[in-house]
């Protein structure tokens, strides 16, 4: 069948039920391979609509594709649910009318009257191509940002050529950065004029790229994070349960996790023990890194003895400036008295040796507390320092 025979079979699963479904349980149907049970339930109805129905079974999905034939074209559903470790969870349908896709990502509820109504979808479908056309009239030419005295975009502009872009399609300039794990603050880029690498790279994260003094535009969310993350929420609270937590102690480590943005692959095992030590934390350091790069120069930051990340300074990397208010030329030219004296103002002192090596990109060292650092005045003190910013923000030298 062609691809719009696949897109119908998506969008008729959501039509069983008013409400979006939880995990489902698996029935073995169409030979040996295990499929949702509210797909299997819909075979007979969709039959009776008038589609023609095509079960398709793949590792961690299926789909039930619907095809009908409306008047001179084809309308065709997909309805995909996703494999999780709790079972089959609905994943979106997408509609498309004569080798066009009109709409994807369809909810469950919408999907309702689509489904029963090979017609209304064909209906629909030919209605949301025509507002597709409309929306690209009126899209801004993005094009134009080549030309030599272009200036960076603008907010307007990021607007209007979001709202031109399709439902359930990613616009064009964010389509880089929705694969990223976290949401990403987007910066007006310098990629203009004979710079121009395409629309795609007129937003970037914050960095050389962006436009000196821009402003953030907007946050970007990964592809699916809202709904994979309940899903993952869920799978952290099962998971702390099963190690002898309650149930709200579960819920409160899969809110942590998520808070802290840490990736774990789907094993939580050293995760769980990371949260269980931040239950004691006592924001203490550790340990001091040192870090270096070419393009972000010298940084440091303390770690706290229970490892977890926590926010501000000086937990996150700051930046490091030489006397002249550069980039440090190398690691081996950070000066180390300016970095202890650094640690001496956090409260802290140099416990050990660092452990740098020729070729290193980061050094460690232990610290301990100072139990009396001393007196200090108030232009001492880190943060009544204007140009103290974390993460690729300045720090002026040390005097």
Avoid at 214 to 231: D, G, K, T
Avoid at 286 to 305: P, V
Avoid at 349 to 366: F, L, Q
Wanted: contains cysteine.
């Amino acid at each position: 069948m062609d691809t719009e025979t696949l897109a119908a079979s998506a969008q008729h699963t959501a039509a069983v039920s008013p409400a979006a479904p939880a995990p489902e349980q698996v029935t073995e149907e169409h030979g040996a391979a295990p499929l949702p049970r509210n797909l299997v339930r819909l075979i007979p109805k969709a039959e009776a609509c008038g589609w023609a129905v095509t079960v398709e079974t793949q590792p961690g999905f299926c789909a039930l594709r619907l095809t009908a034939r409306t008047g001179a074209g084809w309308t065709a559903l997909r309805c995909v649910w996703s494999a999780t470790a709790r079972g089959y969870r609905w994943a979106g349908a997408t509609l498309t009318h004569n080798g066009q896709k009109a709409t994807q990502g369809i909810a469950w509820r919408a999907l309702a009257p689509l489904a029963a109504d090979p017609v209304a979808a064909a209906q629909s479908g030919h209605a949301h191509l025509a507002a597709k056309k409309e929306r690209a009239a009126q899209a801004p030419d993005l094009a134009a940002y080549r030309d030599r005295d272009a200036s960076p975009v603008t907010a307007e502009t990021v607007s209007a050529s979001i709202a031109a872009t399709p439902a359930g399609t990613t616009p064009v300039l964010l389509r880089q950065w929705t694969k990223a794990a976290c949401p990403l603050p987007l910066y007006p880029s310098t990629f203009i004029g004979r710079n121009y690498m395409g629309a795609d790279c007129l937003l970037v994260t914050k960095g050389d790229q962006a436009a000196p003094g821009s402003e953030p535009i907007l946050s970007v969310l990964p592809e699916n994070y809202l709904r994979s993350n309940a899903a993952y929420l869920e799978d952290l609270a099962a998971y702390a349960v099963s190690q002898g937590s309650t149930p709200a102690e579960g819920s409160e480590f899969a809110r942590w996790v998520i808070a802290s943005e840490i990736l774990t692959l789907g094993v939580f095992d050293s995760t769980y023990e990371m949260w269980l030590r931040s239950l004691t934390c006592t924001m203490t350091a550790t340990s001091a890194i040192l870090s270096y790069t070419r393009t972000d120069g010298a940084g440091l930051r303390l770690e706290c003895g229970c490892l977890q990340p926590h926010r501000g300074t000086p937990w996150e990397r700051f930046t490091l400036w030489d006397e002249r208010g550069c980039h440090y030329p190398s690691f081996e030219a950070i000066d180390l008295d300016q970095v202890t004296e650094l640690i001496f103002r956090f409260g802290y002192r140099i416990a050990g040796e660092w452990s740098y090596r020729p070729g290193d990109i980061i050094s460690r060292v232990p610290v301990e507390s100072v139990a009396a650092a001393g007196p200090r005045t108030a232009t001492s003190d880190p943060a009544a320092v204007e140009a103290w910013e974390t993460d690729g923000g300045a720090m002026l030298a040390v005097a």
